[in-house]
Nanobody, 115 residues
């Protein structure tokens, strides 16, 4: 069974940066598109960025130009570089396949943007 483990979240001031990592327990990235999702309190989980197996990317308009998704298939890892963070980026961040599978949801990593 594949497990996805997210890390790299934390508390950061507006305008700051964080880099999230998502490590898989075994190799799935070479056959799956992967995505980063976020869920803020009281809101639905939403896709913010995705990357295909050949590294084509998608970004939600709210993060375009600020976030960068990348993948390292040899290390079974997907990254999300987040720059120019805003308070509205505060949420739990999760990685999963794109589209998501209920089997792959992990614990997520919390990102809090506040002064």
């Amino acid at each position: 069974q594949v497990q996805l483990v997210e890390s790299g979240g934390g508390l950061v001031q507006p305008g700051g940066s964080l880099r999230l990592s998502c490590a898989a327990s075994k190799s799935i990235f070479n056959i799956l598109a992967m995505g980063w999702y976020r869920q803020a309190p009281g809101k639905q989980r939403e896709l913010v960025a995705a990357i295909t197996s050949n590294s084509s990317t998608y970004y939600d308009d709210s993060v375009k130009g600020r976030f960068t998704i990348s993948r390292d298939n040899a290390r079974n890892t997907v990254f999300l570089q987040m720059n120019s963070l805003k308070p509205e980026d505060t949420a739990g961040y999760y990685c999963n396949a794109a589209p998501p599978s209920p089997r792959y949801w992990g614990q997520g990593t919390q990102v809090t943007v506040a002064s």
